[in-house]
Antibody
Framework: EVQLVESGGGLVKPGGSLRLSCAAS????????MSWVRQAPGKGLEWVSS????????YYVDSMKGRFTISRDNARDSLYLQMNSLRAEDTAIYYC???????????WGRGTLVTVSS | QSVLTQPPSASGTPGQRVTISCSGS????????VNWYHQVPGTAPKLLIY???QRPSGVPDRFSGSKSGTSASLAISGLQSEDEADYYC???????????FGGGTKLTVL
């Protein structure tokens, strides 16, 4: 089955760190660009970061540059998001999504919830 | 404040036609393709329309997309109760070097 499964979310204190993972299956992960998109409680979708198939191109939304790091391991069919210096406003469901030729997201995971609170 | 502007809500009765607008600028919609996603609360978003007006396999032809200049719209004809969801437009922004989404439109079927 073609799917993406996120993990690694949880409760973390402000200033803390968390590493999210996204396991891909059912398709050739190494040939697709991937992204993280988040959704704060009761809010809309917000793009976080994208990485090309070979990690040659990486993009971040300005507000997360320097705090978040996207990476991938094509041998393990996995996408990661290292989040540091977390703030209350980073509380959200984090989705990983597959990009088709950098034009649209055609496959989404179910998301993992990150809660930043003391 | 989202880069792409959508109405926060829309509504219609079963069988009606509803349109949802998405307004952007020359650096996003004016230059790049527009995609639409829908999301039933509590579930993950799903691709609804890509490349401005293309439907993925499995999406009924009741759903259609269009783009003109720096605006786009999603039309839903023959409205059904299962169409109740949140709808988001999205596009790549050349100035921001990233994806931008609309704030979302909550569709209610009365």
């Amino acid at each position: 089955e073609v799917q993406l499964v996120e993990s690694g979310g949880g409760l973390v204190k402000p200033g803390g760190s968390l590493r999210l993972s996204c396991a891909a299956s059912g398709f050739t992960f190494s040939t697709y660009a991937m992204s993280w998109v988040r959704q704060a409680p009761g809010k809309g979708l917000e793009w976080v970061s994208s990485i090309s198939s070979s990690s040659g191109y990486i993009y971040y939304v300005d507000s997360m540059k320097g705090r978040f790091t996207i990476s991938r391991d094509n041998a393990r069919d996995s996408l990661y998001l290292q989040m540091n210096s977390l703030r209350a406003e980073d509380t959200a469901i984090y989705y990983c999504a597959r990009e088709i030729r950098s034009r649209y997201f055609d496959l989404w995971g179910r998301g993992t919830l990150v809660t930043v609170s003391s | 404040q989202s880069v792409l502007t959508q109405p926060p809500s829309a509504s219609g009765t079963p069988g009606q036609r509803v349109t949802i607008s998405c307004s952007g600028s020359s650096s996003n919609i004016g230059t790049n393709i527009v995609n639409w996603y829908h999301q039933v609360p509590g579930t993950a978003p799903k691709l609804l329309i890509y490349n401005n007006n293309q439907r993925p396999s499995g999406v009924p032809d009741r759903f259609s997309g269009s783009k003109s200049g720096t605006s786009a719209s999603l039309a839903i004809s023959g409205l059904q109760s299962e169409d109740e969801a949140d709808y988001y437009c999205a596009a790549w922004d050349d100035s921001l070097n990233g994806w931008v989404f609309g704030g979302g439109t909550k569709l209610t079927v009365l």
